[in-house]
């Protein structure tokens, strides 16, 4: 029994980290049709080199999906999303110009999975399953707290025999050290690149767990002659950029 008062206790969540999550109107065709390409560029490959670890795109040379043609309507759902993401975090549209960084499939078989990890390069991550019904056989996407604020003991929560009440619904809700969300075929996810995370083992029999992840960074919008200077915050548009190599060219 917990102790009652005349005064009322309660607790105020602070400082949310905000996971955005959008189930896709996509044409069935087009989800087959990606599924197929991304089985296609992985060719005969197995796995990333690790054990045990899916096939990455971004490390196997597959990592500039948005510039294929067959791929123009998930980049352009992807752009709404991102922008409505934006413009719920407070962002003016005026102000911010999201671009992809890179963009590259995830194939993982029956015992891989994905380590933890983030993503120091860009700002936001997104991730669309190509597959998946819900019930995470296939590995969930496990996103880790960056700080366990109500541990109050550092170590508690994840812990051997410590205090904490194993079945109490407040323990994850107050001290869970990560989050798992299964994947479902449409879902587009987005969250801070900043935030680590990973895929835990694809435990089914013989279903492969698809994926399309990307990196987008926002830089200033493209300079104007009314607007020529970036703002302080924001990295210049690549327009503006020069390499210090003076005989290297930018865009060769």
């Known amino acids: ?18 996971l955005a999550r959008a189930q896709l ?3 069935p065709l087009d989800l087959a049709a990606w599924m197929q390409q991304v089985l296609h560029l992985r060719g005969a490959a197995a796995g990333n080199p690790q054990h045990g670890c899916a ?3 971004d490390i196997n040379g597959v990592w500039q999906l948005h510039r294929l043609p067959l791929f123009a309507p998930l980049v352009r759902q992807l752009q709404q999303h991102v922008e409505v993401y934006l413009q719920e975090l407070g962002f003016d549209p005026s102000q911010v110009l999201p671009m992809i960084q890179r963009s590259w499939p995830v194939v993982s078989e029956p015992g891989q999975q994905v380590g933890r990890h ?5 700002h936001l991550s997104a991730l669309l399953y ?9 590995g969930c996407l496990r996103l880790f707290a960056p700080h366990q604020c109500n541990e109050l003991v550092p170590g508690l929560s994840v812990g051997h025999g410590g205090p904490l009440r194993e079945q109490d619904p407040a323990r994850r809700r107050w ?21 680590d995370h990973a895929v835990t083992e694809n435990c089914s029999a013989d279903e492969q767990r698809l994926s399309i992840a990307f990196d987008l960074v926002l830089c200033s919008p ?17 327009s503006q950029w020069d390499p210090l190599r003076q005989d290297e060219p930018l865009n060769p």
């Open 1 to 18: 029994m917990r102790p009652h008062s005349s005064a009322e206790l309660q607790l105020e969540p602070l400082f949310p980290m905000a």
């Open 25 to 27: 109107h996509l044409d």
């Open 55 to 57: 096939w990455t795109g």
């Open 118 to 122: 983030h993503h120091p390069n860009a």
């Open 130 to 138: 190509l597959n998946g019904d819900g019930r995470g056989e296939t």
């Open 175 to 195: 001290n869970a050290p990560w989050l798992d969300h299964a994947p479902v075929a449409g879902e587009l996810l987005l969250f801070p690149a900043a935030l």
């Open 222 to 238: 493209r300079p104007t002659p009314e607007n020529a200077t970036p703002a302080e915050y924001l990295s210049p548009h690549p």
